[in-house]
């Protein structure tokens, strides 16, 4: 069955020169997008034709096109990532709009990270957050066992497993109403508390990524979900449960 | 220690520490004024109120219990201020994540609102008790007659007792939306919360909830409309 053909489409997006100036929405119409199509190719199609009539190309993120760089951050429509749950905008199809429909693309709304061009927001302090302390130190002189032959619970194994499926797209801060780093921040440190290979730095590694994450201007977690709701990856809020508890009982060891 | 409080979850646990607080002060409170219903000569509920004014205890509790009003909204006010700078510009398109609940997002506009509630509270029945010395007394005991301060209240001033009633009504229904959010919201502050409680938590928030809503709705009503 040949894909419907979305005959008229109005894109309004934010268009911003550079991180210090003032941008603005403009809306551009674009005809015969195919519903079998990606969201990221009617951008594609988009900005060539924007090329054609002379006007600058709409700058957003994007790399692998496959749900697992975290790259593509785009608000839709009030949603992080689009209308569809449990994906990234890359996987988001046009299926899910209709014919003659308004889009609205903006780009994260979130303190700590700034516009840098249209679309495109400066997610490093992310980066920053895990620099200071989401990893761990491995000193490869001598034998190290093989990490395979290092034996863990089959609980402890998924849990760690489905914190570790966090892409740092950002989602979380972008969709919370407090611009919380907390999910993101929760699955690093819950990834690490949860396999043997994390425990060295345990301590010190919940304590310094929450001092990164304030210190950064992210916000205070008020418990609202929304992380959670849009997380592409389904990232649970039990992991913020325990970021709290290595956290608190790291404090209370000081 | 000093830079565990000023650290984001820091203040959440104080949110959540004076919070839980200020429930346990709402069951207490709940539980005594529900002696109202059981009496309706208003012995019962003057006792308890003479026990609360002359307890030793209950006296070392009301600053405690102040400090716990004060701590929890000098840190909300903090906490969403922080927040606010935090998400410098709002989207054009208004949200449309699903959050838990409606509650979760406006907990200091719901708060403020208890807080309203609480200042006309005071003025009519704590200023009176316990300040200007105005409330009626119980001839025989010479104590304080709580029970008619309340129900005059509700039934001796034409109109306006409805208009009061109406108030106290609503001020519970928030104070539940409040709590609907805040109970389970301060298990996950302070690390208590995984997999399986999750679903848990969220039930007890919520029949915790329908009994403070309920519990204080319940008596304006029956004192306006079956007394
Ligand atoms: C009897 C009255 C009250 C009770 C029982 C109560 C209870 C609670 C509880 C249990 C929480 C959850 C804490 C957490 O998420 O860790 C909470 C949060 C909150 N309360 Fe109250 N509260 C009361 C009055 C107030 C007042 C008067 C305000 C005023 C401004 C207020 C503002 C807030 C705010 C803004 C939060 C969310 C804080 C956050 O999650 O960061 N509350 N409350
Ligand atoms: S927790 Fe989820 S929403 Fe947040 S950065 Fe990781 S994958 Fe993205
Ligand atoms: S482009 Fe890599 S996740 Fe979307």
Redesign the pocket.
Known sequence: MADKILKKLYIKVWRQKNANTKGKFETYEIENISQGSSFLEMMDIMNESLVAKGIEPVAFDHDCREGIC?MCSLYINGRAHGPDTEITTCQLHMRRFEDGETITIEPWRVGAFPVIKDLIVDRRSYDKILHAGGYINVNTLGNLPDANNILIPYEDYEEAMDAAA???????AASCKNSSAM??VA?KVSHLAKLPQGQVERENRAKAMVAKMDELGFGNCTNTGA?EA????S?SIAHIARLNREFLSAKIKD | MSNFLSSSIGKKLIMSLSGLFLVVFLLVHLSINLLILFDSTGGLYNEAVHFMGTNPLIKVMEPVLAIGFIVHIVYATILTLQNQKATPTKYNVTQKTKTFSWASKNMYILGFAVLAFLVLHIIQFYVKMKITDTAPIVEATGGHDGYKLVTDLFTQHGTLSYVYCAVYVLAGILLGLHIRHGFWSAFQTIGWNNYTWKSRLFTLATIFAWVIAIGYSILPLYMTFFL
């Open positions: 975290g966090c892409i740092g797209c950002g989602a979380c999910l993101f699955a992380c849009e997380c592409p990856k990232i």
